[in-house]
T-cell receptor
Framework: EAQVTQNPRYLITVTGKKLTVTCSQN?????MSWYRQDPGLGLRQIYY???????DKGDVPEGYKVSRKEKRNFPLILESPSPNQTSLYFCASSLLAGASTQYFGPGTRLLVL | AQTVTQSQPEMSVQEAETVTLSCTYD???????LFWYKQPPSRQMILVIR??????QNATENRFSVNFQKAAKSFSLKISDSQLGDAAMYFC??????????????FGEGTQLTVNP
């Protein structure tokens, strides 16, 4: 089944404790992206990747890192989480950038205390 | 910068009736795509319908159809014969058709749709 998976789905952590949210897709998509969803703000892009080893900042990159060492994986790293990073996070992928439809993972709900 | 606006934070409809959700956007580009995504309580983002800006014909997917007015930069979603399973948050989104632009989806704030039995 074609899908985007994320782990963990739920995470409670404390300020400053490094964490990684994994994202994997099995559709051989070149483009992958991370979004965060906050009430009243819709979804906002954090980082994106056009292909392996090609990543760039989105609209709200502060406090986040990403890497794209393999085509299928695009982990989101929070080196020192803070309470303002409490949010719902989505990974998405599409065959290409531009016209391709983006498909979303199930979301990761993060609470930073 | 592109913006997407959904002016209706909440809408409700009776089961089997028709409802229209509004969306406007602002862009200086001519080649772009518009989407409606549905987010049920499970929080999964589900693609409902997609419209290419270069197409004059409005997209349709079963009970879902859009009214795309390019000059007015309007992109409304009509749900016919509403069902209880349609209850969800609906997001309008825009994506420019440029490989080098970051290709982000720009989302509106969302409209929470309630379907009453």
């Amino acid at each position: 089944e074609a899908q985007v998976t994320q782990n963990p789905r739920y995470l409670i952590t404390v300020t400053g404790k490094k964490l990684t949210v994994t994202c994997s897709q099995n559709m051989n998509h070149e483009y992958m992206s991370w979004y965060r969803q906050d009430p009243g703000l819709g979804l906002r892009q954090i980082y994106y990747s056009m292909n392996v080893e090609v990543t760039d900042k989105g609209d709200v990159p502060e406090g986040y890192k990403v890497s794209r060492k393999e085509k299928r994986n695009f982990p989101l790293i929070l080196e020192s989480p803070s309470p303002n990073q409490t949010s719902l996070y989505f990974c998405a992928s599409s065959l290409l950038a531009g016209a391709s439809t983006q498909y979303f993972g199930p979301g990761t709900r993060l609470l930073v205390l | 910068a592109q913006t997407v606006t959904q002016s209706q934070p909440e809408m409700s409809v009776q089961e089997a009736e028709t409802v229209t959700l509004s969306c406007t956007y602002d862009t200086s580009e001519s080649d772009y795509y518009l989407f409606w995504y549905k987010q049920p309580p499970s929080r999964q983002m589900i693609l409902v319908i997609r419209q290419e800006a270069y197409k004059q014909q409005n997209a349709t997917e079963n009970r879902f159809s859009v009214n795309f007015q390019k000059a007015a930069k309007s992109f409304s979603l009509k749900i016919s014969d509403s069902q209880l399973g349609d209850a969800a948050m609906y997001f309008c989104a825009y994506r420019i058709n440029l490989e080098t632009s970051g290709s982000r989806l720009t989302f509106g704030e969302g409209t929470q749709l309630t379907v009453n039995p």
